[in-house]
């Protein structure tokens, strides 16, 4: 008896449209498949993924709060040489150009116009804000008293600068910028740590200092006053005729930032010490470059990388 084969052909799928097709991958209710798969191979492949995501979370969580126990969060772990930052705090100034132009450091406006000049006093209005003195709130102005030589801030208080003193430079006077004779407020950038090696010995001062400083120093120095304890500031003209159209400055509230405002130690409330520098008769007109140095032993200047500098123009029309 001979052997039946039987012949078995494969049938091709039939032919499915479009709509057809797209609506048996949804629900093929012949072998129960949602979307490729049945309700069992669904719910296992989510429970995977859920313990797996968890599992990772749980991880990620876990390492973060270890690296969280290797920090402080009042205090850098990295201070000083050991930090980017360094040790040599740089200079920054007040008022600022608008965001539209932001490499420009050219302060730039008519005297003659409010709306002109508008512009760099409510900047200066904005800045300045953290400065006055404001209720309590949420414990900040709690820590903050006015300071001086004779009386440095107290233990966990901050020092607060009585800027409506300041003469030309408060905000009832509109900063001057009305009478072509603005001021422009320098700030010492804050470096955790950091402590000023202040220049009171007229027999260190070095070679390249302003001699209306050096004059200033000796004369501090040789009445015995307690502000010789300052990081000293000076401002002129970057070349001879910036020199001569810069005509005479005023430093407000003193010349320098007061030794007793250091070392920053992140304290609730800190405000940076702040100087005003009034240009009293700049030539009109006239763009002048002018170089900002804060002086100290320990601060260095590099005028290409702005080190213990700060580089601004300024044109009063």
Not at 83 to 104: A, H, Y
Request: net charge neutral; hydrophobic share 35%; proline share 9%.
């Amino acid at each position: 008896m001979e052997d039946k084969k039987v012949e078995q052909y494969y049938s091709p799928p039939p032919q499915l449209g479009k709509w057809e097709g797209f609506r048996i991958f949804l629900w093929n209710s012949e072998t129960g498949q949602f979307m490729g798969r049945t309700g069992a191979s669904w719910a296992k492949i989510l429970l995977f993924y859920v313990i797996f995501y968890a599992v990772l979370c749980g991880f990620f969580g876990a390492m973060l709060a270890v690296f969280y126990q290797t920090l402080d969060p009042n205090v850098p772990k990295w201070q000083l040489e050991g930090s980017l930052i360094g040790t040599n705090p740089g200079l920054g100034f007040r008022p600022m150009p608008p965001e539209s132009n932001v490499d420009s450091t050219l302060i730039w406006y008519k005297a003659s116009n409010v709306g002109n000049y508008g512009y760099w006093t409510k900047e200066l209005d904005a800045f300045l804000a953290h400065y006055r003195k404001t209720p309590a709130k949420h414990g900040v102005a709690d820590t903050r008293m006015p300071c001086d030589y004779d009386k440095p801030p107290l233990p966990g208080k901050v020092c607060l600068p009585d800027i409506e003193s300041w003469h030309s430079c408060n905000q009832n006077n509109s900063y001057n910028y009305q009478k072509s004779a603005p001021c422009i407020f320098l700030k010492l950038n804050k470096i955790f740590g950091w402590m000023p090696q202040i220049y009171n010995d007229t027999s260190k001062l070095p070679s390249n200092m302003p001699d209306d400083l050096k004059s200033h120093i000796a004369n501090e120095q040789s009445q015995n006053r307690k502000t010789v304890n300052t990081v000293w500031v000076s401002c002129e003209g970057e070349s001879p005729a910036d020199v001569e159209n810069i005509g005479p400055i005023q430093y407000i509230p003193q010349r320098g930032f007061p030794g007793y405002y250091f070392p920053f130690t992140n304290t609730p409330g800190y405000l940076s010490p702040l100087v005003a520098v009034l240009f009293e008769a700049p030539k009109r007109g006239v763009l002048i470059n002018i170089e900002c140095k804060a002086w100290a032993q320990n601060i260095h200047h590099d005028r290409f990388e702005r080190r213990g500098s700060v580089h601004f123009e300024l044109m009063v029309d």
